[in-house]
């Protein structure tokens, strides 16, 4: 049996993106990492066979990924991922983006991907029951990403757990007043993370018998300048909070913004608290949940390159699980903020 | 005659993909913003019509975008305008990733788009004058962007004036040790804009009569961990720059994150201007040179959508400008490293 992709990226112990960037002779991979990953292909004996894919259908050689947006730091990432892992079983990626509240039924009457792609990748879009049979009737393998399907894989994170955690390592450090930076209710771009986060953040609440205060629950659109200005908005609030999980990293750096312009210092006055572990976060210092948003795309584009196998994979739902990285910007509550409550 | 989606940007005062964006119920559109596409299309009674396009051959309902890479800043802007203005017109992108050095040189000895696209776009991949007759044989029409042709129309920037700008805005400082962070020559990734930043570099400190050191001239590798590396670095030389440009934002920000690290203060130390425009730099105060990245995806898609009318627009090159934006990570050259000097 020949080895694989990932018999190399376990044998050098990096992720199957990276020995596919190292192979192909890709910049940001450091040169020991390359090295290692050369001596791995070749202890292996490995050769990039762009035919040794088992979707077998394979007539287009075409993997559809379908996404909200182009432009969000964490699709180019899972879609990076993704492609990484396509290439290597001689794919070329077919990128839709659904744009807007009306996309997805227009994509589901039109299916635009039909008879063009031998699979189709779906990320952060949740699909009702209906919709999931009109997909299932095309009988292209379908995989998703970021939401749980009773019908077709997926692969997520625990976002609830999560989110969960993230207000709790607020909560241990002595923050009482702890705020949320999320999401629109009924935002046109839906997705079942801002839901599930905003559920983990409540959860931790109310289980150190905390209030939940709607004032503190403020919207930032997933976005830079819209976490600027729900941080701008949490300082107006009658008690304002010494600290702020944002629900994605964007968020929280422009909510460190706003911090920094108003003359606020983070930890000191108001603790942040992202997640996403974006680039930038190590940049700022930013304490944040990581999620592994490469391997997200790497695993569902192998989940999917396998569905041409004998055994339909079903609806299994692989978890990938994230990690809390503390760096600078939470600590314990002890400034101005603090003396004032 | 209807009304394109062109006039309707025109009379909101806003840019094609704002107006698609608002049209298709976008986020990131300011209310108002809505409100005054929504009056405007409304005004010229303006329809988005999927057959509206003027792609004569029309048969797949596709355009082909090539990319070097999925995950960069810059790759991800100009691909938003292009699907913006795409979608518009009733078509999908099919989204390719060139992926390496011999990525180009495979690509278009397979032509995988081949029969799949009614247009394509190569976004940043310089082509020799046998690759350029290659893609043409296909008579796919074929716009490029960042990189000049003879034979197909492209949308540019103006890379060796603004970069001179940049420089010459540190030199009127009062800088007289001004160093480039930029891209390692003969690296997989190839494109014409780093070499034409060096060059405008180079001009602007000729010009000035200072000397052209190499110990000033590192490369970064277009991220934020090679120009954390790069400022490292510059930081060790002979005689220290007291301003540093760095040919990306994210290199910037990268150089930032190492003065910081260094207890250095930009401008008080080292001065630090970018290229860009980067969603983060009005977050870091960083002062750079803006490239209409959006737009060069909108310009460039419309002059592929365009293509299949009576008269080939043939090599047109469209140079959108530039603009200096002064924050604030220059300033005069007054810290502990200009006494040194």
Redesign the interface.
């Known amino acids: 049996v020949a080895a694989s992709i990932g018999d190399v990226a376990a044998r050098a112990g990096v992720s199957v993106a990276t020995v596919s960037?190292a192979l192909?002779?890709?910049?940001?991979v450091a040169p020991s990492t390359r090295a290692r990953v050369l001596e791995a292909a070749e202890a292996l004996r490995y050769v990039a066979d762009p035919h040794a894919s088992r979707l077998a259908a394979g007539r287009t050689?075409t993997i559809g990924i379908v996404v909200p947006?182009?432009?969000q730091w964490y699709y180019?990432?899972v879609?990076?991922g993704a492609?990484a892992v396509v290439?290597s079983a001689g794919y070329?990626?077919?990128?839709?983006?659904m744009?807007?509240?009306?996309?997805l039924a227009r994509f589901l009457q039109t299916l635009?991907f039909r008879k063009?792609v031998d699979g189709l990748m779906l990320i952060d879009l949740p699909l009702a029951d209906e919709q999931e049979a009109v997909l299932a009737g095309t009988s292209t393998p379908v995989v998703l990403v970021g939401v749980r399907s009773r019908r077709f894989p997926s692969v997520v994170v625990d976002n609830v757990g999560a989110a969960a955690q993230a207000t709790q390592h607020l909560l241990n450090l002595g923050h009482e007043h702890v705020a949320l930076i999320g999401h629109e209710p009924g935002?046109?771009?839906q997705s079942v993370a801002p839901i599930e986060r905003q559920q983990g953040y409540r959860q931790a609440l109310k289980a150190a018998g905390l209030p939940l205060l709607p004032e503190h629950d403020v919207p930032g659109?997933?976005?830079?300048q819209g976490g600027?200005e729900a941080m701008a908005q949490l300082l107006t609030v009658g008690t304002p909070p010494t600290a702020v999980f944002a629900e994605s990293d964007e968020m929280a750096?422009?909510a460190?913004?706003t911090l920094r312009d108003s003359g606020l210092r983070a930890p000191e006055d108001v603790s942040v608290i992202g997640f996403d572990d974006h680039?930038?976060a190590p940049?700022m210092g930013l304490t944040t949940i990581a999620q592994p948003v490469v391997a997200l795309g790497e695993v569902a584009a192998q989940l999917l390159i396998d569905a041409g196998t004998a055994e339909p994979p079903g609806p299994t739902t692989v978890e990938l699980a994230t990690k809390l990285r503390v760096r600078t910007t939470t600590g314990p509550p002890r400034g101005r903020w603090d003396a004032l409550h």
């Not at 070329?92 to 983006?97: I, M, S, T």
């Open positions: 960037r192909r002779g890709l910049p940001n050689r947006l182009f432009t180019t990432q879609v990076s492609e290439a070329d990626v077919l990128l839709y983006c744009g807007g509240d009306s996309g635009p063009r935002s046109v771009v659109g997933f976005s830079l600027a750096i422009g460190l913004k680039d930038m940049f």
